[in-house]
């Protein structure tokens, strides 16, 4: 039985673009796993940021370049014919997720947020006064309100009303956050909010206390080893944090202990860590600037994916920013 079906395969294979990697006491997989897309097969541009599946099983892709939309069998860009639907075709997409209503919310470089209402086929945007930066890296839904991650801090967003209701800065919680670049957020089983900063994460209560912080992931405080760029809950209420230079952490549930996740000592780039999941069985899946690695749940071993030139089946590129498992 192979490892992904064909369109998890596709989904794996959209989110890769930068690297080159290596190996040691690795299993050796085979290579011939995967079918590439590019701007040939319709993608709107070959850098992919983020990729979400909505509940009615679309596929929306985040490029450099605006939205691209799959179906299963084809691309098509996501575009409108109005000044708004502009801004967003020529954006860098950061981050798509979808609301409770089925709107589907989309988080930009420097553009700040857009709402696209399905129902009435109309594009909203949301930038300046309604958020404390106008790039946004993480958007999630919680207690009905949108808590969109920025540049600078925290936006807590009323989608109803369209504008901000609170806002955490620097400025306005001096010391509540660990940084200010918040780059990931999530709602964990106890509905605490984490929030990966450039300085590691702070662990919010649902009153806005701190409940915990990671600020020293690694030891190194100087460089960009506590920058963190993803964190994932898996099945098992286990917390995986991934930094830009300092690798992958596993915060266990029982003692909420941060431990480092070493995969691969002799591939300096698997030490920047771009995205993390899970698929049916446990594995867990790790993107990293070297390729990409499965860690077997039961054996812990590892088994490393990467670019091969002489093998049209292999990654495209060794750079992985984006991890999907298809529903």
Request: aromatic share 12%; hydrophobic share 35%.
């Amino acid at each position: 039985m192979p490892l992904i079906s064909r369109l998890n395969r596709v989904l794996l294979v959209l989110s890769f673009i930068f690297l080159g990697t290596s190996g040691k006491l690795l299993a050796s997989p085979n290579s011939s796993l995967f079918d590439n897309y590019s701007v040939g097969n319709g993608l709107t541009d070959k850098t992919i940021h983020c990729i979400f599946q909505d509940s009615k099983g679309w596929i929306w892709i985040g490029t450099d370049f605006g939205l691209s939309r799959f179906d299963s069998y084809a691309f098509n860009k996501f575009e409108f014919n109005s000044a708004t639907g502009k801004a967003l075709s020529n954006a860098l997409i950061r981050t798509i997720i979808e609301d409770r209503s089925g709107n589907i919310w989309i988080g930009t470089e420097g553009q700040g947020l857009f709402k696209y209402d399905r129902r009435y086929y109309k594009i909203e945007q949301y930038k300046d006064k309604n958020l404390t930066n106008n790039s946004v890296w993480s958007i999630i839904e919680y207690g009905n309100k949108l808590w969109v991650g920025t540049e600078n801090g925290i936006t807590c967003f009323d989608p109803k009303e369209g504008k901000a209701i609170l806002k955490i800065t620097s400025d306005t919680y001096p010391g509540l956050l660990s940084g200010s670049v918040v780059r990931k957020l999530l709602v964990d089983q106890d509905k605490r909010i984490w929030a990966g900063t450039e300085n590691g994460v702070t662990v919010l209560n649902p009153d806005l206390s701190v409940w915990k912080y990671y600020r020293e992931l690694s030891n190194d405080l100087t460089g960009r080893d506590n920058e963190v760029w993803e964190i994932f809950r898996d099945s098992e209420q286990n917390i995986w944090v991934g930094t830009y230079l300092g690798g992958l952490y596993k915060i266990i549930a029982d003692n909420q202990v941060a431990r480092q996740v070493i995969f691969d000592t002799d591939n300096n780039r698997a030490y920047t860590v771009r995205s993390v999941t899970e698929d049916k069985d446990g594995n867990i899946w790790i993107g990293t600037r070297g390729g990409l690695y499965t860690l077997d749940k039961a054996s812990g071993k590892a088994t490393h994916f990467r670019e091969n030139i002489s093998d049209d089946y292999s990654l495209v590129h060794n750079s992985v920013l984006n991890l999907h498992f298809d529903a």
